[in-house]
């Protein structure tokens, strides 16, 4: 939103009733507490959901009772508060967290605006597992009437089951029900003499397609002409393929929609699994794959038909880069994490689509009990290739990255190896092998396994390991030495310095230490390094100093 959109909203806001339990003002002149945060985030996630409304808004620098704008200082650096959504997430239901965080600069003073996503239909949102609503202006427990009525809401609706008005078996693809009937043999073969016997509808029927005869939004999906679509709009049903180059430039891209049965194969032609190369067991055998494994990708796209959420009215996109896949679907991701859903390996409560979910397993294209997410993983561990990438930081998007190279296979191998290491410690290594920051409590837990080194949030894996994998030059590359070392390399320098009667400025000094310090710290902080150095060595150590101005200095041995 724009600044002058953003007013205007805050305008209309200010003039609601106290009474409006989607919207809450608060002063929060220099601070407010974060758990307070989190409680309101849940009470008016579940209050706008109840009261049928986009969002719900909790906004700073505003008097509650006049509504006067009278300014606010919460997290005037705008990367700490950024940071609020990825803190707020670690303690709601699904990592819900705000939509967006908007600073509006006004004559009379900074304002907060922060948007918050709606509670999704069935599941009511939690801070830290406990369910907040409003009474009034009051922050109370969501009572237990309004927490079923959230609840039953998945129960009671579900749009993939919903019937198209006017829609027939006409207007479905009939070599997408010739490719549905091979698909249900597959999964029932135990069936295949009966299924030539059954006309078009009964088939679609006992698959679980349609309902009685009559043409559901499913169906449509899955077996409709591309020009039945229209009998989902509002609500779009299409895959975007989306080709670009190492420079993250787009080169190519098709649009797919109904049916998806057959456009699923289209998609995967569209991407290059070419064959990729690389060394196992020191030998000069190359061993041969493709850069994807294709249940990864069907997987993967089948996971975002079924679980888009259709009538956020988006489409399903696949980027494919250079060396990754990239495939995004709208709605959150219901389990409260993978890790979870890795671990309980069993099939999940709630479907946002249960009814195209269970046609989708009918036909052979998903797994419902549970395995399909964990099988993903396995795949690309026996590969000795990165683990999928699973970003929910966006709370109305789920987005999966699957990467077809190879990191440092040799590392993957010895975890693999280790029967003593479990898939949740596997996937936490991984993480810092790509050096994503992981939790201190999964740090200090794995850096006890003796398998990273480092101080949090900058940690890497532990030398031994390293050694072990042929992994050292990366080792070497983000291991922090102790000051001796440094200050060694230093002397040495200014030695062969005096040699030529020659003294060191500044840049030599960094041109000198630069590379040599942990890949861990920014250019920034690598100066500071090399300043303080030089600092203890003038002023404690007394073994060099500065033959010149503070400005420009010239470093000699003292």
């Given at each position: 939103?724009?600044?002058?959109?953003?007013?205007?909203?805050?305008?209309?806001?200010?003039?609601?009733?106290?009474?409006?339990?989607?919207?809450?003002?608060?002063?929060?002149?220099?601070?407010?507490?974060?758990?307070?945060?989190?409680?309101?985030?849940?009470?008016?996630?579940?209050?706008?959901?109840?009261?049928?409304?986009?969002?719900?808004?909790?906004?700073?620098?505003?008097?509650?009772?006049?509504?006067?704008?009278?300014?606010?200082?919460?997290?005037?650096?705008?990367?700490?508060?950024?940071?609020?959504?990825?803190?707020?997430?670690?303690?709601?239901?699904?990592?819900?967290?705000?939509?967006?965080?908007?600073?509006?600069?006004?004559?009379?003073?900074?304002?907060?605006?922060?948007?918050?996503?709606?509670?999704?239909?069935?599941?009511?949102?939690?801070?830290?597992?406990?369910?907040?609503?409003r009474d009034g202006e009051s922050l109370v427990a969501l009572n237990l009437q309004e927490l079923e009525q959230i609840r039953n809401q998945g129960q009671q609706y579900d749009w993939s089951a919903q019937l198209c008005e006017g829609a027939t078996i006409d207007d479905l693809d009939v070599a997408a029900i010739v490719k549905a009937r091979e698909k249900y043999r597959e999964k029932f073969p135990a069936t295949a003499a009966e299924i030539d016997n059954w006309d078009n509808i009964t088939f679609l029927n006992k698959a679980k397609i349609t309902i009685q005869g009559k043409i559901t939004r499913a169906a449509i999906i899955l077996l409709?002409?591309?020009?039945?679509?229209?009998?989902?709009?509002?609500?779009?049903?299409?895959?975007?393929?989306?080709?670009?180059?190492?420079?993250?430039?787009?080169?190519?891209?098709?649009?797919?929609?109904?049916?998806?049965?057959?456009?699923?194969?289209?998609?995967?032609?569209?991407?290059?699994?070419?064959?990729?190369?690389?060394?196992?067991?020191?030998?000069?055998?190359?061993?041969?794959?493709?850069?994807?494994?294709?249940?990864?990708?069907?997987?993967?796209?089948?996971?975002?038909?079924?679980?888009?959420?259709?009538?956020?009215?988006?489409?399903?996109?696949?980027?494919?880069?250079?060396?990754?896949?990239?495939?995004?679907?709208?709605?959150?991701?219901?389990?409260?994490?993978?890790?979870?859903?890795?671990?309980?390996?069993?099939?999940?409560?709630?479907?946002?689509?249960?009814?195209?979910?269970?046609?989708?397993?009918?036909?052979?294209?998903?797994?419902?009990?549970?395995?399909?997410?964990?099988?993903?993983?396995?795949?690309?561990?026996?590969?000795?290739?990165?683990?999928?990438?699973?970003?929910?930081?966006?709370?109305?998007?789920?987005?999966?990255?699957?990467?077809?190279?190879?990191?440092?296979?040799?590392?993957?191998?010895?975890?693999?190896?280790?029967?003593?290491?479990?898939?949740?410690?596997?996937?936490?290594?991984?993480?810092?092998?790509?050096?994503?920051?992981?939790?201190?409590?999964?740090?200090?837990?794995?850096?006890?396994?003796?398998?990273?080194?480092?101080?949090?949030?900058?940690?890497?894996?532990?030398?031994?390991?390293?050694?072990?994998?042929?992994?050292?030059?990366?080792?070497?590359?983000?291991?922090?030495?102790?000051?001796?070392?440094?200050?060694?390399?230093?002397?040495?320098?200014?030695?062969?310095?005096?040699?030529?009667?020659?003294?060191?400025?500044?840049?030599?000094?960094?041109?000198?230490?630069?590379?040599?310090?942990?890949?861990?710290?920014?250019?920034?902080?690598?100066?500071?390094?090399?300043?303080?150095?030089?600092?203890?060595?003038?002023?404690?150590?007394?073994?060099?100093?500065?033959?010149?101005?503070?400005?420009?200095?010239?470093?000699?041995?003292?």
């Amino acid at each position: 939103m724009t600044q002058e959109e953003l007013k205007k909203l805050l305008d209309e806001l200010r003039t609601l009733s106290a009474e409006t339990e989607w919207v809450e003002f608060k002063e929060a002149k220099n601070t407010f507490h974060f758990n307070d945060i989190g409680k309101y985030l849940s009470a008016l996630s579940n209050e706008a959901n109840l009261k049928n409304k986009e969002c719900g808004w909790l906004i700073f620098g505003i008097e509650h009772k006049s509504r006067k704008i009278i300014n606010t200082r919460f997290r005037t650096n705008r990367t700490d508060l950024d940071s609020l959504k990825s803190e707020i997430a670690n303690k709601t239901t699904n990592r819900i967290t705000f939509v967006e965080i908007y600073e509006l600069h006004l004559p009379q003073g900074r304002v907060i605006m922060f948007q918050i996503p709606t509670a999704p239909r069935g599941i009511p949102v939690a801070w830290e597992g406990h369910y907040y609503g409003r009474d009034g202006e009051s922050l109370v427990a969501l009572n237990l009437q309004e927490l079923e009525q959230i609840r039953n809401q998945g129960q009671q609706y579900d749009w993939s089951a919903q019937l198209c008005e006017g829609a027939t078996i006409d207007d479905l693809d009939v070599a997408a029900i010739v490719k549905a009937r091979e698909k249900y043999r597959e999964k029932f073969p135990a069936t295949a003499a009966e299924i030539d016997n059954w006309d078009n509808i009964t088939f679609l029927n006992k698959a679980k397609i349609t309902i009685q005869g009559k043409i559901t939004r499913a169906a449509i999906i899955l077996l409709g002409k591309d020009e039945s679509e229209h009998f989902l709009s509002p609500s779009v049903a299409r895959i975007s393929w989306i080709l670009k180059d190492e420079h993250n430039v787009e080169k190519d891209y098709e649009h797919f929609g109904p049916p998806f049965l057959l456009n699923i194969d289209a998609v995967y032609a569209k991407i290059r699994n070419l064959k990729y190369r690389y060394l196992l067991d020191d030998t000069l055998f190359p061993t041969e794959v493709t850069k994807y494994e294709p249940y990864v990708i069907r997987e993967a796209l089948n996971n975002c038909i079924a679980h888009q959420d259709y009538e956020l009215r988006g489409r399903i996109t696949v980027v494919e880069g250079a060396d990754d896949l990239l495939f995004t679907n709208l709605g959150s991701f219901l389990p409260e994490s993978v890790e979870k859903v890795i671990e309980q390996d069993s099939p999940q409560e709630y479907y946002r689509n249960a009814f195209l979910a269970q046609a989708m397993v009918n036909l052979n294209l998903i797994d419902t009990q549970g395995g399909g997410i964990k099988k993903m993983f396995s795949l690309q561990m026996s590969r000795y290739f990165p683990l999928p990438d699973y970003d929910l930081s966006d709370p109305s998007r789920v987005k999966v990255r699957i990467t077809g190279k190879v990191i440092d296979e040799k590392y993957t191998r010895l975890l693999m190896r280790k029967t003593d290491i479990d898939l949740k410690t596997i996937i936490l290594l991984d993480r810092v092998q790509k050096k994503v920051t992981i939790s201190k409590e999964d740090a200090s837990r794995i850096k006890k396994m003796k398998l990273i080194e480092g101080r949090y949030p900058k940690v890497y894996v532990a030398s031994h390991v390293a050694a072990v994998t042929g992994d050292q030059s990366s080792y070497v590359k983000y291991r922090a030495f102790d000051n001796k070392y440094y200050k060694d390399f230093i002397l040495l320098y200014l030695q062969e310095k005096a040699k030529k009667k020659e003294s060191a400025s500044r840049e030599d000094i960094d041109k000198l230490l630069m590379n040599k310090i942990s890949e861990a710290l920014n250019i920034e902080q690598k100066r500071t390094k090399v300043k303080n150095l030089l600092f203890e060595m003038s002023r404690k150590d007394k073994t060099i100093k500065n033959i010149s101005s503070k400005r420009k200095p010239k470093w000699v041995l003292a």
